[in-house]
C-alpha cells in the first residue's frame, strides 16, 4: 500500500499542472477546509465471492468549475489552449458588465471539468474527479441572445405556473433555503465540449425547481435582480449548471451535491439555494477582493461518491488525501 501511494506521489510531484497559469485541482486541495470536505468516511459491510469483512467507503471530489465573468470571452481558462480556441471562435457581446444597474446584474457563465482531477484523485477508491477535457463544456456566449432574453424558457411549465403568483414563489423559495438541495438529478452524459445552440428555439421541459431559496431560477439567461451581486452569482451559476445538464447535456448532476466558493475568497460548502445568510457566515462574500471593481467568481461543485472495497483501502485513502496535499501546499 505505502508503495502505490509513494509511487503516486512521485507522479504527482513531477507533473507541471502545480505551477498551471490557470485554476487546477490544486486551487481545491489548497482551500483551508479541503479535508473537511472531502469528508472521509468507512463503516463495516461485507464483501462477496469470497465472503470477506470489508469497509463501505464514502467521500466527496471537487468535480466541475462553474466561473461566473463579467465580459463574453472573459474567463479564468483562458490560457487553457482548447478553452482559448473556444473564447477567440464566439463573436457575443450580450449581456455585457453591468453591476448593480438598479439592482440588475448581468453575466456570463462557464462550466469546465476540474483540470487534472482525475489524474489526481484516481487512486481514491471509489474513483476520482473528471476526465480532463481542456475545454469548456458549457458556455453562455454558445447560447447567442437566448442568454440575453431567456425566450426559449418562456413557455416551461412551471414557470407559467408560478407567474401567475410571484409572491407564493418566494415563500416557496423561502422554505427551500433552509436545507437547499433543490436540485433535480440527471442521468450521466457524454463528456464533451462546449458548442453553439443559438438555433435551439425551446428548452426541453426542466425537472428543476423555479422557486428557489437565492431567487427565481426561470428563465434561464444572464440577467438578474437581486440584492447584491454575490447572490446574482450564484443564481446565474445555477442557471448555467441546470443548462448544462438539460440543455447542452454535458454536465452529469448529482443528487447529493454541495458547492464552495474558490474565487474571491474559498468558503466552506454549502448546498444549493441555501440561505444567503448562513452562506455568508460560511465565508461565501466579497472580503477576498483587495480592491478596485467587483469582478468575477469561481465555484467548484462536490459530487459523492460511494463504494465497498477491503479494509487496506480505507486507510491508503487517507495516506493518498495527506499526499495530495502535500504535492500541491504552497502552490
Given at each position: 500500500m505505502h508503495v502505490r501511494v509513494a509511487l503516486w506521489g512521485s507522479l504527482l510531484s513531477s507533473r507541471v499542472f502545480a505551477s498551471a497559469a490557470f485554476p487546477t485541482i490544486c486551487d481545491v486541495v489548497n482551500t483551508p477546509t479541503f479535508q473537511?470536505?472531502?469528508?472521509?468516511?468507512?463503516?463495516?459491510?461485507?464483501?462477496?465471492?469470497?465472503?470477506?469483512?470489508?469497509?463501505?467507503?464514502?467521500?466527496?471530489?471537487?468535480h466541475y468549475f462553474v466561473e461566473v465573468v463579467n465580459n463574453p470571452r472573459e474567463s479564468?481558462?483562458?490560457?487553457?489552449?482548447?478553452?482559448?480556441?473556444?473564447?477567440?471562435?464566439?463573436?457575443a457581446?450580450?449581456?455585457?458588465?453591468?453591476?448593480?444597474?438598479?439592482?440588475?446584474?448581468?453575466f456570463h457563465a462557464h462550466v469546465i471539468h476540474i483540470p487534472f482531477s482525475q489524474e489526481a484523485l484516481a487512486p481514491m477508491?471509489?474513483?476520482?474527479?473528471?476526465?480532463?477535457?481542456?475545454?469548456?463544456?458549457?458556455?453562455?456566449?454558445h447560447l447567442g441572445t437566448h442568454w440575453s432574453t431567456g425566450a426559449p424558457?418562456?413557455?416551461?411549465?412551471?414557470?407559467?405556473a408560478w407567474s401567475l403568483s410571484p409572491k407564493a414563489c418566494l415563500v416557496k423559495g423561502a422554505l427551500t433555503s433552509i436545507t437547499g438541495d433543490w436540485t433535480a438529478k440527471q442521468?450521466?452524459?457524454?463528456?464533451?465540449?462546449?458548442?453553439?445552440?443559438?438555433w435551439l428555439p425551446k428548452y426541453p421541459p426542466s425537472l428543476q425547481a423555479i422557486c428557489t431559496g437565492w431567487g427565481i431560477h426561470f428563465p434561464r439567461s444572464g440577467t438578474v435582480t437581486s440584492s447584491d451581486q454575490t447572490t446574482a452569482s450564484l443564481i446565474v451559476a445555477s442557471r448555467i449548471?441546470?443548462?448544462?445538464?438539460?440543455v447542452f447535456q454535458s454536465l452529469a448532476i448529482e443528487q447529493d451535491e454541495k458547492w464552495q466558493m474558490i474565487y474571491p475568497q474559498t468558503s466552506s460548502s454549502f448546498r444549493e439555494g441555501q440561505n444567503i445568510a448562513y452562506l455568508r457566515?460560511?465565508?461565501?462574500?466579497?472580503?477576498?477582493?483587495?480592491?478596485?471593481?467587483?469582478?468575477?467568481?469561481?465555484?467548484?461543485?462536490?459530487?459523492?461518491?460511494?463504494?465497498?472495497?477491503d479494509l487496506p483501502f480505507v486507510a491508503e485513502a487517507h495516506a493518498w488525501l495527506a499526499t495530495l496535499q502535500s504535492a500541491c501546499k504552497g502552490l
Amino acid at each position: 500500500m505505502h508503495v502505490r501511494v509513494a509511487l503516486w506521489g512521485s507522479l504527482l510531484s513531477s507533473r507541471v499542472f502545480a505551477s498551471a497559469a490557470f485554476p487546477t485541482i490544486c486551487d481545491v486541495v489548497n482551500t483551508p477546509t479541503f479535508q473537511f470536505e472531502v469528508n472521509l468516511q468507512s463503516t463495516p459491510a461485507t464483501c462477496e465471492f469470497p465472503a470477506r469483512p470489508c469497509s463501505q467507503i464514502s467521500y466527496y471530489v471537487p468535480h466541475y468549475f462553474v466561473e461566473v465573468v463579467n465580459n463574453p470571452r472573459e474567463s479564468f481558462f483562458s490560457k487553457i489552449p482548447g478553452v482559448a480556441l473556444q473564447l477567440t471562435l464566439n463573436t457575443a457581446i450580450a449581456p455585457f458588465a453591468a453591476e448593480d444597474d438598479n439592482e440588475s446584474y448581468s453575466f456570463h457563465a462557464h462550466v469546465i471539468h476540474i483540470p487534472f482531477s482525475q489524474e489526481a484523485l484516481a487512486p481514491m477508491p471509489c474513483g476520482g474527479g473528471a476526465p480532463d477535457l481542456f475545454c469548456l463544456s458549457v458556455m453562455s456566449e454558445h447560447l447567442g441572445t437566448h442568454w440575453s432574453t431567456g425566450a426559449p424558457d418562456m413557455w416551461q411549465p412551471k414557470l407559467l405556473a408560478w407567474s401567475l403568483s410571484p409572491k407564493a414563489c418566494l415563500v416557496k423559495g423561502a422554505l427551500t433555503s433552509i436545507t437547499g438541495d433543490w436540485t433535480a438529478k440527471q442521468a450521466s452524459v457524454p463528456q464533451l465540449c462546449s458548442v453553439s445552440l443559438e438555433w435551439l428555439p425551446k428548452y426541453p421541459p426542466s425537472l428543476q425547481a423555479i422557486c428557489t431559496g437565492w431567487g427565481i431560477h426561470f428563465p434561464r439567461s444572464g440577467t438578474v435582480t437581486s440584492s447584491d451581486q454575490t447572490t446574482a452569482s450564484l443564481i446565474v451559476a445555477s442557471r448555467i449548471k441546470s443548462l448544462g445538464a438539460e440543455v447542452f447535456q454535458s454536465l452529469a448532476i448529482e443528487q447529493d451535491e454541495k458547492w464552495q466558493m474558490i474565487y474571491p475568497q474559498t468558503s466552506s460548502s454549502f448546498r444549493e439555494g441555501q440561505n444567503i445568510a448562513y452562506l455568508r457566515v460560511k465565508g461565501v462574500n466579497e472580503l477576498g477582493r483587495i480592491g478596485g471593481k467587483f469582478r468575477n467568481y469561481l465555484y467548484v461543485i462536490w459530487q459523492k461518491r460511494t463504494c465497498i472495497r477491503d479494509l487496506p483501502f480505507v486507510a491508503e485513502a487517507h495516506a493518498w488525501l495527506a499526499t495530495l496535499q502535500s504535492a500541491c501546499k504552497g502552490l
